[in-house]
């Protein structure tokens, strides 16, 4: 059964975001991606780690590609993933903004989280973001105003997570979780595949889940607002792994493709599933 749950930005109390224990684990965090391309695909971003700490380059692509800016940065920083499957993510939609992010220790939850915001035309280092707990990059907002992460808040429960935003403009956390109306705060889920539709504003996410449907996560970047849409039961299995989004290209459908053949269709107005 389709079900579409509307989201909305729900109050959290501060207290309710500290993070104590350890855990075997962390999920689902993909990591790191070894590099990332422009929208454009003239530059690729790579991060690779030296004896004094990361060396970001930008390096043109095609025939004699060649290294345009350097910049070390003290530290292990990469370039985030943002599926479980390594889609590299990490640039603003204007591209002017990268991300770089910590790697993840996959033996406990932090106490604290960092990123850097780094300007794509010098390498310069733009600000760094630094909060308290456990969080991943997810995406930037189309408006370029708000950066979207994914929050652990428990030890003991490794693939709930939940989604905030940090006010780009006010630099601080915004008070709140995205949140389907009607639905847990907490998401649940591997990310497995993402499109992202005209300027950046909407931001699309299949994640599969451990048990029952995989859904499709649609982010409005732009307003801070989200639909979750539950698909066929035949597009999981072990295929959910082969399994892509796809962006039609006047962007009214999302197609669901698996071993070659569409599996779903979602439109983009209604969010219904054909």
């Not at 479980?84 to 770089?100: E, K, P, Q, W």
């Not at 006010?170 to 709140?176: E, H, K, S, V």
Request: hydrophobic share 40%.
């Amino acid at each position: 059964m389709r079900v579409i749950r509307f989201a909305t930005t729900a109050a959290v109390a501060v207290a309710a975001l500290s993070l104590s224990g350890a855990a075997l684990g962390v999920g689902p965090w993909p990591g790191l991606a070894q590099g990332v391309t422009s929208s454009d695909g003239t530059l690729r971003y790579t991060a690779n780690r030296v004896p004094e700490g990361t060396v970001v380059r930008a390096i043109t692509r095609g025939r004699g590609s060649h290294v345009v800016a350097t910049a070390r940065f003290d530290g292990k920083w990469g370039i985030p993933a943002v599926t479980s499957v390594g889609l590299a993510g990490g640039l603003s939609a204007d591209g002017r903004l990268l991300v770089l992010t910590e790697p993840p220790t996959y033996v406990g939850l932090r106490s604290k989280s960092t990123f850097l915001l780094v300007d794509t035309k010098t390498l310069e280092l733009r600000d760094t973001i630094e909060l308290d707990g456990e969080f991943g990059f997810d995406t930037f907002s189309g408006d370029g105003r708000t950066l979207y992460l994914v929050q652990h808040r428990s030890a003991h429960d490794l693939v709930s997570y939940v989604v905030r935003a940090y006010d780009l403009q006010r630099a601080r956390l915004a008070p709140g979780v995205v949140v389907a109306k009607g639905d847990s705060p907490n998401m649940r889920g591997y990310p497995v595949s993402r499109a992202t539709g005209h300027a950046g504003r909407w931001v699309y996410t299949l994640y599969n889940r451990q048990t029952g449907e995989p859904f499709v996560h649609a982010l409005d970047t732009n307003h801070r607002y989200a639909v979750c849409i539950d698909l066929p039961e035949q597009v999981g299995g072990q295929d959910i792994w082969q399994t892509r989004l796809a962006l039609t290209v006047n962007g009214r459908t999302l197609l669901v493709r698996s071993g070659g053949a569409v599996v779903a269709r979602v439109d983009t107005t209604s969010f219904r599933v054909s």
